[in-house]
């Protein structure tokens, strides 16, 4: 089993910054693809961005966030800048074991954080 622990999350007004955390159990962390992903009231969890060697990135964030890694520390991290009202979202980190499972959609991921609350103010 790996466990993901999501922090970071907060209240920011827009146009600000925030940099969420995602700390993951195992000894194979490198060998995850990992992703983030958010949820809105009343909305269906959406992609955001996933990295393994590579980063990639949903179109409504492109060039405002930032996903990163750092398996030494078994953490990944999702920096996001100019952050607008429609960000709000709950915040969810996932991890993948198969190489070949879809990275933009929920059904590739094995592993779920718990969500850490983003909301941002106008």
């Known amino acids: 089993q790996v466990q993901l622990v999501e922090s970071g999350g907060g209240l920011v007004q827009a146009g600000g910054s925030l940099r969420l955390s995602c700390a993951a159990s195992g000894r194979t962390f490198s060998r995850y693809g990992m992703g983030w992903f958010r949820q809105a009231p009343g909305k269906e969890r959406e992609f955001v961005a996933a990295?393994?060697?590579?980063?990639y990135y949903a179109d409504s964030v492109k060039g405002r966030f930032t996903i990163s890694r750092d398996n030494a520390k078994n953490t990944v991290y999702l920096q996001m800048n100019s952050l607008k009202p429609e960000d709000t979202a709950v915040y969810y980190c996932?991890?993948?074991?198969?190489?070949?499972?879809?990275?933009?959609?929920?059904?590739?991921?094995?592993?779920w954080g718990q969500g850490t609350q983003v909301t941002v103010s106008s």
């Open positions: 996932a991890a993948k074991i198969n190489y070949y499972s879809d990275r933009r959609l929920t059904s590739g991921y094995d592993y």
């Open positions: 990295i393994s060697w590579t980063a």
